[in-house]
């Protein structure tokens, strides 16, 4: 059964999140389906691609897959992890991919939507990082993704106290494009996408392509990076990442020791 709806007309890809049961969690299997969209879309040398749920669905994506986290002891955001893969397959689509979001949008789904290049939403979308709400260290990368579209401070709210950020002030600090109202959600999306199409495409995607580079020349030293690992290595070793799967699968709230 497929959980995602999948659409190509006049130069154009659209992927819908189509498994609402799960909340869109990013299972490998739903991911898998992301992917190969795109990798058809750009076969068919797509001009832009959309990103969405359905209409009524009123979580956009649920992030990852809890059940599908690395066991304790394990990275669970390593980079051949589904969604590290989701995220550079996006990246390195050669043309924008819009998110259009009319829902609300939970840990590893918000760094798809900030990876996204354009962002279109209804006040009805919320954007929150949730790995203090599971005891999951974040990766570098996925950081670096977050430092470069907003503020240190606003990035560690966000990540300390795992709060729903609102589309209101998602757009006061850039995220969203554009905040539109839900009845012209689609008309606004489409119309953006059509302007794009409408452009140089190789320009586009060699531009997509140098933000990409320049967005990520921070040079780690081999000896930093290392103690970076080693530090994430405390906390996917921990009781707490335990605690925080067990709990949501228990579906009860989590007891963080500090252990
Ligand atoms: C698997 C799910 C999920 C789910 N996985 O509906 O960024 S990091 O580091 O944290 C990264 C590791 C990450 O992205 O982790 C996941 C972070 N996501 C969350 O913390 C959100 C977890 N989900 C929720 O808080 C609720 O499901 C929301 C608020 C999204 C929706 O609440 P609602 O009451 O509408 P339920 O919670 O009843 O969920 C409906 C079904 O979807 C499953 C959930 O287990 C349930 O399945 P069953 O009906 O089989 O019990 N589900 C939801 N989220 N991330 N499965």
Not at 115 to 134: M, S, V
Not at 141 to 165: C, D, R, W
Request: include cysteine; glycine fraction near 6%; charged fraction near 25%.
């Amino acid at each position: 059964m497929s959980l995602t709806i999948t659409e190509f007309r006049d130069e154009m890809g659209i992927i819908t999140l189509d498994n609402d049961s799960k909340r869109n969690s990013l299972s490998s299997e739903l991911i898998e389906e992301i992917i190969s969209g795109l990798n058809y879309f750009k076969d068919n040398d797509a001009r832009v691609a959309i990103l969405r749920a359905n209409k009524e669905s009123k979580v956009f994506s649920a992030g990852h897959d809890i059940n599908e986290l690395a066991k304790p002891g394990r990275d669970p955001l390593s980079y051949n992890d589904p969604l590290e893969q989701v995220l550079r397959a996006i990246e390195h689509f050669p043309a924008p991919v819009i998110a259009m979001l009319n829902g609300s949008v939970w840990g590893g789904a918000t760094e798809l939507i900030f990876t996204c290049d354009i962002i279109i939403a209804t006040r009805k979308a919320t954007l929150a990082l949730t790995p203090a709400r599971i005891g999951v260290p974040y990766n570098p990368n996925g950081i670096l993704h977050f430092l470069n579209m907003l503020s240190i401070s606003v990035v560690k709210e966000l990540f300390y106290t795992a709060q729903p950020l609102s589309a209101e002030r998602a757009e006061q600090l850039g995220i969203i494009n554009h905040l539109v109202a839900e009845e012209e959600l689609e008309t606004y999306t489409f119309a953006l996408a059509e302007k794009i199409k409408k452009n140089a495409p190789l320009s586009i995607a060699v531009m997509k392509e140098q933000l990409r580079l320049l967005s990520k020349a921070s040079p780690l030293s081999p000896e930093t990076f290392e103690r970076i690992q080693g530090l994430r290595r405390t906390v996917y070793d921990s009781n707490d990442y335990k605690e925080g799967i067990q709990a949501f699968l228990e579906k009860r709230e989590p007891v963080f020791k500090g252990n």
